[in-house]
Structure formats: C-alpha cells, structure tokens
C-alpha cells in the first residue's frame, strides 16, 4: 500500500482522541462533582493513572504482535484462538452494553434536559423508536454514515473548548479544593473510565499507518495523555465557571445559566450547548453500533459463529442486514430490562476489561519467553490495574444475576466456537486423507 493511502500519526492521534472524547465526559463530569465536590476534576488523571498501565500493555501487545484483526490476533498470537475468540467476544460484548449505556443517558437527557416527557413516562417508545432509527441509519452506505460522524465530530468537540476558553474570564480564585474528599473518586471509577474507552480503537488500523503497525504504541499513549488533558481542564473550567454544588445539580449542560448573559444570549446559548451534547450522545451511539456490526460480521464472514451464512450476507448497500437486526434485538432488551445506568457501565467495563486482560497475558507470556523480564513485570502491574476497575465495577452491581447477560453471552459465544473449531479440524483431517 502506498503512503498515499495510509494514515499520518497525527491523523492516528486525532482519530484516537475523536473515538475517546465524548459521551463519557458530558455524563460524568455531574455525577463526579456530586460525589467528591471542588476536587471532582482530579478524577481524570487519578483514574487515568491507574489505567495507565493497562493502556501501556495494550500499546506494547500492539507492537509485540503488528498486523491487523486487534484482539483475536493478539490473544491468539500470543495464548490460542480460544483466547482469542475470548478477547474479541468480551470486547464485543462490552461495547453493545456500551451503546446501551448511551441510548439510556441520551433518553434521561432528552426527558430531563429537553423536557420531552413522553420520553421519561414511556422509555419502551424511546428505546424501540431509537433501535429502529439506528438499525435504519446502519443499512445506509458506509459512505454516508461516516460523513455523519464527520460532521458530528465538529459539534461534540464544540463545549468542550468554549468552556475551556471561558476558564480564563471565570476564573475563581476563592475556589477552596476540600482535599479530603480525594479518597470518594474511588466510587466513581466505573463512570470515569468509561470515558476513556475507545483508546485502543488504533489497534485495528496498525496496517494503514504511516510508518507500520510499530506506531501503534505512540499513537495511543499520546492519544490517552491528550484525551486525559482536555477532561481535567474542561472539568477544571465548569468548576470555576459553575461551583461544585452547580455543577452536580445542573452536569455540564448547565453551565451557559452562570456566565451572566442577557436572558436572550442564555437561552441560545443554552439550546446550543443542549443540542451539541444530546447530539454527541446520539452519535456516540451511531459509533459504537457501527464497531459492533463490523466486528459481529467479521466474525460471521471468518465462519466462527452459528448463523454465518445469513449474518454475512450483504445489502445492496454492501450493509449486513441480518446483523444489524440481531445488534437492534441485544440493544433493545438491555435497554428494556436494565434500567439502572451504572449497573450497564459495569458489564460494558467487565466486558472491554475482559478482553484487556486476555491481551495482557499474550504479552507477559511473550515476555516471558524472550526473557525480558521488566516487560513482565510492568504487565503485571496491568493485571492488578484490571483487577481493582474490575472490582469497583463488580461492585456497583447489585446482586450476581445482573452479571447473566455477559455471562450468559460469553458461554454461549465460546462454546458455539468451540463447536464450529471441531467442525473446522475435523474436515481438514478428512481432507488430509482423502
């Protein structure tokens, strides 16, 4: 492939950055206020640190196993394809809960904040008229769909940088940082990490890169260190602009009430900032949805699942419809019967962390084997990071039943691969003798 269709590191950033940057931040700058006050936006870089070396591991895994097919490559370079069946199912798994979470924060936005009440007496009529609007959108070309997300990316980046341009006039200098309430920012690492989903996105474009897949690792540690950048400072800002007790009663939605506008300049700004975020919200949802459906047909198209034949079969559109209806079907009952925000963060972590995990152990074992041993040992301290978000999103589940939809789904995936694998071993040993 020529330089002329690959992808520059910058551009690489900009999309990791892009992918990262959303939804997470515009929810949860509210809730984190709400539990640690003028100390909420040291949340960003506490939590990110202790991502940090998960997100590390991921980055060398990209560099010690280049090429494509992101974590069923890593997993099955480095353990077996179980495993990697595993990571890649987990993953799947975590981001259609993903893309739940958002639908229910884009319908509590729209009933809260736009004051759409339907919405908030009948959320079935949302969450069918929202997998039905979404199923559609996704049999569109894939041409099409991305000049939305293009034009979106304009708009979700928009509050973001107002309210950090306005930090400058707003500045408070009396803001008093209760240090005491650090510890609190501990409860709040489901939601936080959330927002930093989606910088491993690089993983699976390591062969359009500029330079190869080795530039992976850089790519995403940049991207993390920018992202994690702009959400301390954005938060850093509604502070000053809002105060901590505004800011947990109002989100980040607010803030155009407390700049000291003429009511007419409040009003537009305030519709404009509204309709920026519900429109990030929604397609954050788009984004998400599109991932889902091509990693369900890859593995349709690869023959690793029940129902290959008809989940690989193209529109005219070059669109897999059957997918997008059985993506429309899992959103729908999540969206149905999980109701409760955080518990739909936390199987979407469990599920993404699984997957992370998995691709850890492929490095430490190749570490291990080529004997660099402070490799080893730096995954290790990924192991222990995925571990503790892996507790504090366990325990922001009620009881164990509410783990049924990712345990359930991941037997049901795995064993069903397992069968197709026999199937597959078994005719090339036939072959073999024939």
């Given at each position: ?397 009620p009881n164990i039943y509410y783990t049924l939809p990712l345990i359930g789904w991941m037997a049901i995936g795995i064993i069903q691969f397992k069968i197709r694998q026999r199937r597959v071993d078994k005719l090339v040993v036939l072959n073999k003798n024939s």
């Amino acid at each position: 492939m020529k330089d002329s269709g690959k992808i520059s590191f910058f551009a690489a950033v900009l999309m990791s950055v892009n992918i990262m940057v959303g939804a997470g931040i515009y929810y949860a700058v509210g809730p984190l206020a709400q539990t640690a006050g003028t100390v909420s936006f040291f949340g960003w870089p506490l939590i990110g640190l202790l991502l940090f070396p998960v997100i590390w591991g991921i980055a060398k895994t990209a560099g010690l196993f280049p090429g494509e097919g992101g974590f069923y490559h890593y997993c099955s370079s480095g353990i077996n394809p179980t495993a990697g069946f595993t990571a890649h199912w987990g993953y799947l798994i975590g981001f259609i809960a993903s893309a739940a979470s958002l639908a229910t924060v884009l319908r509590n936005g729209l009933a809260q904040n736009a004051g759409i009440n339907l919405i908030g007496e009948y959320p079935i009529l949302f969450n069918l008229g929202a997998v039905i609007f979404y199923s559609l959108i996704q049999l569109l070309p894939l041409s099409k769909i991305s000049k939305i997300q293009s034009i979106a990316t304009l708009i979700k980046i928009s509050p973001l940088f107002i309210v950090i341009g306005l930090t400058v006039f707003y500045f408070n200098p009396n803001l008093h940082f209760e240090m005491s309430r650090l510890s609190s920012l501990s409860l709040m690492i489901p939601t936080v990490i959330f927002g930093f989903w989606g910088f491993e996105a690089c993983c699976s474009i390591g062969g359009y890169l500029k330079g190869g897949p080795q530039k992976v690792p850089s790519v995403i540690l940049i991207g993390f260190f920018a992202t994690t950048a702009l959400y301390l400072l954005f938060h850093f800002g509604l502070l000053h602009i809002m105060g901590a007790e505004n800011l947990a009663a109002f989100g980040a939605v607010g803030f155009p009430k407390f700049l000291g506008l003429s009511p007419i300049w409040e009003a537009a700004l305030q519709a404009g900032i509204l309709g920026a975020i519900l429109f990030c919200w929604a397609n954050s949802i788009l984004g998400m949805s599109l991932g889902n459906i091509s990693n369900i047909y890859v593995l349709a198209k690869r023959g690793m699942i029940f129902g290959d034949r008809p989940l690989s079969k193209l529109n005219r559109n070059e669109r897999p419809t059957m997918v997008v209806f059985v993506h429309g079907v899992f959103i729908f009952l999540l969206l149905t019967f999980i109701t409760d925000l955080e518990i739909l963060f936390s199987l979407s972590n469990l599920g993404i962390l699984l997957a992370f995990f998995l691709t850890l152990l492929s490095a430490f074992n190749t570490y291990l084997k080529q004997q660099k041993i402070l490799n080893a040992l730096f995954i290790g301290v990924g192991f222990l990071s995925c571990a503790i978000l892996g507790y504090y999103s366990w325990t922001k589940l009620p009881n164990i039943y509410y783990t049924l939809p990712l345990i359930g789904w991941m037997a049901i995936g795995i064993i069903q691969f397992k069968i197709r694998q026999r199937r597959v071993d078994k005719l090339v040993v036939l072959n073999k003798n024939s």
